[in-house]
């Protein structure tokens, strides 16, 4: 899965579990793979996201990405997959205006 296609489809309004449908692959793959800069704030600017504390931010998505995609889903792994599941939500509810539920 590439980022830019997980981008495209959410921002066509997909919930991940279509997106892993569309692209063949895993749901969770969809959070791990999805560019950070959704889990910050869709509708920033390119510019803003260099600069804190959205930079910071997204460090620390990315680090959540590489720390959830290492062995498998231990307990903390999966806790960290959980929490780019809500900030997923939140920016797909934020772009689109809408609620989805994603457990």
């Known amino acids: 899965m590439q980022e830019d296609e997980i981008l495209k489809l959410a921002q066509q309004g ?13 749901e969770d793959r969809v959070y791990l793979n999805t560019p950070v800069s959704w889990y910050v704030d869709p509708t920033v600017d390119e510019e ?12 620390y998505y990315s680090q959540c990405q590489s720390d959830a995609g290492c062995n498998g889903y231990a307990n903390e792994e999966r806790r960290i997959l959980n929490q780019l599941k809500k900030c997923w939500r ?14």
């Not at 803003?48 to 460090?59: G, T």
């Open 90 to 103: 939140k920016s797909f509810q934020k772009y689109h205006g809408t609620k989805v539920d994603i457990h």
């Open 48 to 59: 803003a996201l260099d600069k804190p504390p959205l930079s910071i931010e997204m460090n």
């Open 14 to 26: 997909k919930t991940p579990f279509q997106i892993a449908e569309e692209l063949m692959g895993d």
